[in-house]
């Protein structure tokens, strides 16, 4: 596609259910970030894939969360037994590579547990 | 560690002036990049400007221009000519040119323009 994708655009769960959260980057681009944003703060990183591969995963707050990105392409962030405090805006972002190329970041899933 | 500060949380401009953001960061890296991003509430983070850390020319792009100044680690965007469509959260971001960091934000400014 021409952009960052994420699905679903907006997720409403129950506390302690599981969710997923996807995001489709920019064909080709082999770096991927995601980030979590809580109300009227900046995106706050969480994993970074270069590849397939987690290349840092220093910023997920606990074991809860997971991501995967078995292709090289599509990323799903995992989040189980989610908690109120996991509500924000999880937001995708690829680059061409992990060097100074423009990060391009999709429109984000407002996740809301209730 | 890498860190941008942003200490302006909200600003409004009338329409049609200009308006100065401020962003400071820390990093102990010589080459890098500096962005400015506007996140509108669609959400969408829209790359407003970069600049290159090694270049001396202040980058420029339309009605948005910055002041860099690297001994000072500062790293301001000025909005000339405001439009109502620049009301936004407006985010400075840092990378780092070498290794494999990802970007590091500021928390933001929330930039209202005033008819």
């Known amino acids: 596609g021409a952009g960052v994708s994420q699905t679903p655009s907006n997720k409403v769960t129950e506390k302690g259910k599981y969710v997923e959260l996807r995001c489709d980057p920019i064909s080709g681009h082999t770096a991927l970030y995601w980030y979590r944003q809580s109300l009227g703060q900046g995106p706050e990183f969480l994993i970074y894939f270069q590849g397939t591969g987690a290349a840092d995963d220093s910023g997920l707050p606990n074991d809860r969360f997971f991501a995967v990105r078995p292709e090289g392409s599509v990323s799903t962030l995992k989040i189980q037994r989610t908690e109120r405090g996991d509500s924000a805006v999880y937001l995708c972002a690829s680059r061409l590579t992990a060097a100074n190329t423009e990060a391009f970041f999709g429109q984000g899933t407002r996740l809301t547990v209730v | 560690a890498q860190t941008v500060t942003q200490s302006q949380p909200e600003m409004s401009v009338q329409e049609a002036e200009t308006v100065t953001l401020s962003c400071t960061y820390d990093?102990?890296?010589?080459?890098?990049?500096l962005f400015w991003y506007k996140q509108p509430p669609s959400r969408q983070m829209i790359l407003v400007i970069r600049q290159e850390a090694y270049k001396q020319q202040n980058a420029t792009e339309n009605r948005f221009s910055v002041n860099f100044q690297k001994a000072a680690k500062s790293f301001s965007l000025k909005i000339s000519d405001s439009q109502l469509g620049d009301t936004a959260m407006y985010f400075c971001?840092?990378?780092?040119?070498?290794?494999?960091?990802?970007?590091?934000f500021g928390k933001g400014t929330r930039l209202s323009v005033i008819a």
């Open positions: 990093t102990s890296e010589n080459n890098y990049y």
């Open positions: 971001a840092f990378p780092s040119l070498t290794g494999n960091t990802p970007l590091v």
